[in-house]
């Protein structure tokens, strides 16, 4: 395999973590004895395929500077911004002098500590012929339900329906181009979604199912039974 492109990683980590009820954001609750964005930057890192890794991390975050990894050379702290799409267009400015605009960036979520090389690989060997890029994701077992009051306003046809995860892998220039076109537009929730609004249809890499993102706290418990798994 060869790979001639460069390869960037943002890890927007500037979430407060609302639906986790504890003490501090999620990303650095402690997830068998070491905080959560340590196991996510750690794997990042241990494939030795990125240049640089650009955290984006809130500008009053008491815990990051303590963490040892954030001295890390290949190691990039940036200031996170309102919403998450704010958070990654602030890790790709960060790289701006650095970064080719057909270089490859893969964004990954810091609540997303269960990423796997093989999953890396995987999509990185799926998309390096792509011109845009595209995301890992898994299809839906569930039936999923359009609703509206609380009351059923329609039923998705699941055979189209994937759920969306973390590396979304894009081109530097066509990334930041569409992100900074979406800017306070509700609807970009994840990289994938700002280059469909600029009309591009992003591949789909089926990725593995223990990649969960840390959102309850029952989630932590079936995160560490994962890392033991793996
Ligand atoms: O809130 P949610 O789970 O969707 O967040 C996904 C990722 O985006 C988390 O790693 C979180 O820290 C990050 N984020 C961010 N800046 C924000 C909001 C979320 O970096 N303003």
């Known amino acids: 395999m060869t790979r001639t492109s460069r390869f960037w990683g943002i890890v927007p980590a500037a979430g407060v973590g609302k639906r986790m009820q504890s003490d501090r954001p999620k990303q650095y609750l402690e997830l068998a004895g070491t ?3 340590e196991h ?3 794997r990042l890192l241990s494939t030795g395929i990125f ?3 650009a955290v984006a991390v809130s500008t009053e975050d008491p815990y990051w500077p303590d963490l040892k990894i954030s001295r890390h050379p290949a190691i990039v702290t940036t200031p996170g911004g309102k919403e998450r799409a704010d958070s990654v267009l602030s890790g790709l400015n960060s790289l ?3 970064a080719t605009d057909e270089d490859w960036v893969l964004v990954h979520d810091a609540a997303r500590p269960c990423i796997t090389a093989e999953d890396m690989n995987k999509l990185i060997d799926h998309l390096t012929a792509e011109d845009v890029g595209g995301i890992l994701a898994l299809p839906s077992h569930d039936t999923l339900k359009h609703v509206r009051e609380n009351r059923i306003a329609g039923t998705l046809d699941r055979s189209h329906v994937w759920r969306a995860l973390t590396p979304q892998m894009f081109r530097y220039g066509l990334l ?5 076109a979406a800017q306070g537009n509700p609807a970009v929730t ?4 700002a280059l469909e609004l600029a009309g591009f249809h992003p591949r789909i890499v089926e990725g593995r199912p223990d990649n969960i993102k840390i959102t309850r706290p029952e989630d932590l418990a079936l995160a560490q ?3 033991e798994q793996q």
Request: charged share 40%.
């Open 35 to 37: 905080p959560v964005i």
């Open 40 to 42: 996510t930057l750690t």
């Open 51 to 53: 240049e640089a890794i």
């Open 96 to 98: 701006r002098d650095r």
């Open 176 to 180: 930041k181009k569409a992100l900074e």
């Open 190 to 193: 994840d990289e994938a979604s």
């Open 225 to 227: 039974f994962y890392l």
